[in-house]
């Protein structure tokens, strides 16, 4: 089994800040990418960042300058900075990571955390 924590969300007023973080557990070979999407009540889910094994980062036009996405690999966490929050910024926030479970298969699949809540107030 796989599990994705998520932590770090909470309330906060519009130009404020909020660390995410999230760790993968579990029957774990390897990890690709892990990344970050959110969804809005009435919106689709949608990628805010997303960072390789090897620290390429991919960044939402919406997180540019704005948001910053970690690893730790040793750790098979991911971080997300988010600063000068703004009220559009509220969603829930989901974690997610590709994992090859053992050596002798091959193949990847993309998991889930539980998501946490980001309510920004203006």
């Known amino acids: 089994q796989v599990q994705l924590v998520e932590s770090g969300g909470g309330l906060v007023q519009a130009g404020g800040s909020l660390r995410l973080s999230c760790t993968a557990s579990?029957?774990?070979?390897?990890?690709?990418?892990m990344g970050w999407y959110r969804q809005a009540p009435g919106n689709q889910r949608e990628l805010v960042a997303s960072?390789?094994?090897?620290?390429?980062?991919t960044y939402a036009d919406s997180a540019k300058g704005r948001f910053t996405i970690s690893r730790d690999n040793a750790k098979n966490a991911v971080y997300l900075e988010m600063n000068s929050l703004k009220p559009e910024d509220t969603a829930v926030y989901y974690c997610?990571?590709?994992?090859?479970?053992?050596?002798?298969?091959?193949?990847?699949?993309?998991?889930w955390g539980q998501g946490t809540q980001v309510t920004v107030s203006s």
């Open positions: 579990g029957t774990i070979f390897s990890i690709s990418v």
């Open positions: 997610n990571a590709d994992i090859q479970r053992t050596p002798t298969v091959p193949t990847t699949f993309r998991y």
């Open positions: 960072m390789t094994s090897s620290g390429r980062a």
